[in-house]
């Protein structure tokens, strides 16, 4: 069974532009979870889905956004970025509750905001 | 609100030798523990959780971890290190099945010779 994929892997922004990323999770997993890894704030929550719906959501403004499709791959969006948005973005999927069913991660993408 | 603290940011150990990663996490009620592991420019693994089963967790790799809720801790332990286990591991902490996961701030395994 093929893993969690995140494209793309690397990514260099300015300031000021946005971006999409986006993750394709395990075949039959429904939920999608989204984190921001950080050296100075560590791994953050940022959003999950669950069959096209939000349906958790960490602390992190509007400029970010999510959403999910039919088949349940995900992307995410920032916009106006700004350096502290550089990081590793990582996704994961679960087959329904991260807390109960094992959430499978991706390798992430790695973001530069120049 | 619940949070979760990873005592030593670097751990070092020789191979052969016990692994024990800290962590303690404060929450209201029992909560759902994790403990994941990541490896150098990859994504994060599942160790091993919690959720309200049995207190010792056995996880994968030799790893293993026990709930001790007087102490509000859930320590990671290997009774043998091995080179292979060198990486970053992550305590997280969810307060109830449908809550997000709060994640601790890391602590880095090194294994020497």
């Known amino acids: 069974k093929a893993g969690v994929t995140q494209t793309p892997r690397y990514l260099i922004k300015t300031r000021g532009q946005q971006v999409t990323l986006s993750c394709s999770p395990i075949s039959g997993h429904r939920s999608v979870s989204w984190y921001q890894q950080t050296p100075g704030q560590g791994l953050q929550f940022l959003f999950e889905?669950?069959?096209?719906?939000?349906?958790n959501k960490g602390n992190f403004p509007g400029r970010f956004s999510g959403r999910q499709f039919s088949n349940s791959r995900s992307e995410m969006n920032v916009s106006t970025l700004e350096l502290g948005d550089s990081a590793l973005y990582l996704c994961?999927?679960?087959?329904?509750?991260?807390?109960?069913?094992?959430?499978?991660f991706g390798p992430g993408t790695r973001l530069t905001v120049l | 609100a619940q949070s979760v603290t990873q005592l030593g940011s670097h751990v070092s150990v020789s191979e052969g030798a016990l692994v024990l990663l800290r962590c303690n996490y404060s929450?209201?009620?029992?909560?759902?523990l994790f403990w994941y592991v990541q490896y150098p420019n990859q994504g994060l693994q599942l160790l091993l959780k919690y959720t309200s089963a049995a207190t010792l967790v056995k996880g994968i790799n030799g790893f293993e971890a026990e709930f001790k809720k007087s102490e509000t801790s859930f320590h990671l332990t290997k009774p043998s290190a091995h080179m292979s286990d060198a990486a970053e591991y992550f305590c997280a902490v969810s307060r109830e099945r449908g809550d997000k996961l709060i994640f601790g701030t890391g602590t880095r395994l090194q294994v020497f010779p």
């Open positions: 889905y669950f069959s096209e719906t939000q349906r």
């Open positions: 929450s209201s009620v029992p909560p759902y």
């Open positions: 994961a999927s679960s087959s329904d509750r991260p807390t109960t069913d094992t959430q499978y």
